[in-house]
Each structure stands twice: as C-alpha cells, then as structure tokens.
C-alpha cells in the first residue's frame, strides 16, 4: 500500500526529535494501548500483518496527526469491526458511556 | 497461546515469526536481482523507494510468511526472505556516497532475476 507509512525518502518533516528517547510511553493510555493491542491480538483475530495493513490503511491526514499508539488504537478498532468481534454502535456506545463518566467525575 | 507469564520474555527479547518449512530458494547469495514494480492495495513490505531497483543478494534469512498475502487473509505463502543490499546512488540519486548503502530485507515474491528485467 503506498500509504502514509511509506515515507522514506520524503523531504520536509524536518529532523528526528530524538529528545525524549528515553520515553517508551508519553502518557499512561499509551501504555494501556500497548496492553490492549498484545491481549486482545493473544486471542488469535488477526495476524500482524493484518494489524499493519489495518494501520497503514489510514487516511493519510488521520495517520500523520496523531501519535505512533493512536495508530495502534485505530487499528485495533477498525480489526475488531472488521473481525465481527465488535460492532460500530458496541464502540460508540462504549465511547458515550466513556466520556459520560469523565464528565461527571470532572463535575 | 499467549499467557500471562511469558509476557515480560516476549516484551524483552521479541519473537520469530521464522518457518521450519524449506521452499525452494529462487535466489542465492551474491546474485544480482532487481526489484518488482508492484503496488499493491494491501499490506507489502517492499518501500515505494525501493521498486525497480537494483541490489545484491547479502544473505539468506530462512523461510518466512508472506506479509503481502498473510495481511490479505490468503494464508502464510511461505518464502525465502532475503538481506538485499542496494547502493544508495541506486536508490537516492547522484547525490549520495557509492560506498553507502540500504539494506532490506525483501521475500521471493518481490524479487526478479536479472534475466527476467522487464521490458
């Protein structure tokens, strides 16, 4: 696929930022990601390859903007739906659900 | 199976996805091939910048799923992967040094022999 991903070779993104090498996770829901992705891949419902093409087959905009675990994030979303494992409406429920309860703890 | 145990082994040292299948080798170390002007939809791991290009054979890896056809759901299509080495002249351009170069590891399908050149 000759995505986003396939970037050698590009000119304009500038240096690598290599200041924060250190830093395996920015935050602590990328560190969950990590988690998510490895247990929920232990169940056998894709392969690494399908998990990469489900990455790379994001709009180009979408890849670009957000951080190397939200990749992971989409990916997974986009698998499991494929997978039939969840629906669409599972996940926007879950996200509502979600976001109500932030809310209201932040209240 | 994946168990909670084998978790931190895995996180530290990584795994293989290598075969114990032999298939035939199309290529052999030091031979020269040239890359495959493919684009496909799906999953590959041959790099835009690298299709049509010119390398050596450096090394044979075993034998490997096909990501290509692995990410397509088609099944492992097991092959050769190979350590390819391609001058950077070859692949960047007059700007570069001749004596730099990029190495990749590439599976049968993506590569031809010098007698198969495209027209």
């Known amino acids: 696929m000759n995505g986003a991903h396939d970037c050698g070779g590009m000119h304009g993104f500038g240096p690598i930022d290599r200041c924060h090498e250190d830093e ?7 560190q969950r990601v990590f988690g998510l992705l490895w247990a929920v891949g232990a169940h056998g419902f894709w392969n690494i390859d399908e998990i990469r093409q489900a990455m790379e ?11 190397y675990f939200e990749h992971w994030l989409s990916a997974m979303e986009r698998l499991l739906v494929e997978k039939e494992v969840v629906t669409t409406a599972e996940l926007a429920a879950a996200r509502t659900r979600v976001t109500q309860e932030v809310h209201h703890v932040d209240a | 199976m994946l168990t909670p145990d084998r978790v931190p082994e895995i996180i530290r ?4 996805l290598k075969l114990d299948e032999i298939v035939a080798s199309k290529f052999v170390v030091g031979q020269e091939i040239i890359t495959k002007n493919i684009h496909p939809a799906g999953h590959t791991r041959l790099p835009l910048y690298a299709r049509s290009k010119r390398g050596t054979i450096m090394m044979h890896h075993g034998v490997f799923p096909f990501p290509d ?7 492992p299509n ?3 992967v190979y350590c390819v080495r391609f001058s950077a002249p070859e692949i960047w351009g007059d700007n570069t040094h001749p004596l730099d170069a990029i190495y990749l590891d590439l599976w049968d399908d993506y590569l031809l022999s010098l007698k198969e050149l495209p027209r």
């Open chain 1, 57 to 67: 087959g994001m709009h180009p905009n979408h890849y670009l903007s957000i951080p």
């Open chain 1, 24 to 30: 395996i996770f920015h935050a602590a829901w990328e």
């Open chain 2, 78 to 80: 097991p092959q050769n």
């Open chain 2, 69 to 75: 056809s692995s990410a397509a759901g088609a099944g």
């Open chain 2, 13 to 16: 040292d990584g795994f293989s």
